[in-house]
């Protein structure tokens, strides 16, 4: 039996990007669906069950920081998607509750990436209690570290970022993408820092650029977890 597909409910009044954006996310086995007005989005919300959300702000009928709103009741994890660009605004929409911010105009590829990352989180945040590595294990709920029998302390952001990689085994991520794991506001921090955060986890674990056990880096491209799992 095949399993369900993470159904997205993406609320935008465009119909052009609406379609554009869909078809990126049905191709990711993600199905859709879409509404193009506050009021019958609300309604959906209300009375339907779906895994996450996409909401422009700017909308017939409403407005889309409403629907924010009744998605963080709902416990619907959201992605704000919208043409307001300033910091006040990025900010507002995480008090609200938005798990992350998206401006116009945005890649369709990068957009379902936070899409599908935001649903890995998710659901491995309601599966997982730990990440168990050989000679690394990562406490999700305590944020706690151990490598080779060892607590290591690290910061919020190098936890962020090492679990990060560490969710995904063997996946790149860019720099780019890596931004998001430790701040909503990508304007105080840049990728020069992603790459101190690393230095800093890598001393702390431990761990030999040239001979990694378990944070890789490919020159171009960005970092990847390399560490080997243990089977339950």
């Given at each position: 039996m095949t399993a369900t597909p993470p159904e997205i409910i993406y609320v935008e009044d465009d119909a052009s990007s609406a379609e554009i954006l869909t078809l990126y996310l049905e191709k990711n086995n993600l199905k859709?669906?879409?509404f193009d007005?506050?009021?019958d989005a609300r309604r959906a919300i209300e009375n339907m069950h779906f895994d996450s959300a996409i909401l422009d702000i700017m909308l017939p009928g409403g407005d889309g920081r409403d629907l924010l709103k009744l998605a963080v009741q709902k416990k619907l994890p959201a992605i704000m998607v919208t043409a307001k660009i300033t910091e006040s605004d990025r900010i507002n929409g995480f008090e609200l509750g938005a798990d992350d911010y998206v401006c116009k105009p945005y890649s369709p590829r990068e957009l379902v990436a936070?899409?599908?990352a935001l649903l890995n989180r998710t659901q491995r945040g309601h599966q997982l209690k730990a990440l168990q590595f050989e000679g690394l294990s990562l406490d999700l709920s305590s944020q706690l570290v151990t490598c080779d029998n060892?607590?290591?302390r690290l910061?919020?952001?190098e936890?962020?970022?090492?679990?990060k990689l560490a969710e995904h085994p063997g996946r790149i991520f860019s720099r780019q993408l890596l931004l998001d794991a430790i701040s909503g506001d990508h304007s105080a921090v840049t990728e020069r820092t992603i790459d101190t955060h690393f230095t800093n986890i890598r001393k702390k674990l431990n761990d030999n650029k040239q001979q990694p056990r378990f944070i890789a880096t490919r020159y171009g491209q960005g970092y990847l977890f390399v560490g080997t799992p243990i089977k339950s």
């Open positions: 859709v669906s879409h007005n506050a009021s936070r899409v599908l060892s607590e290591v910061t919020a952001a936890f962020s970022l090492l679990r």
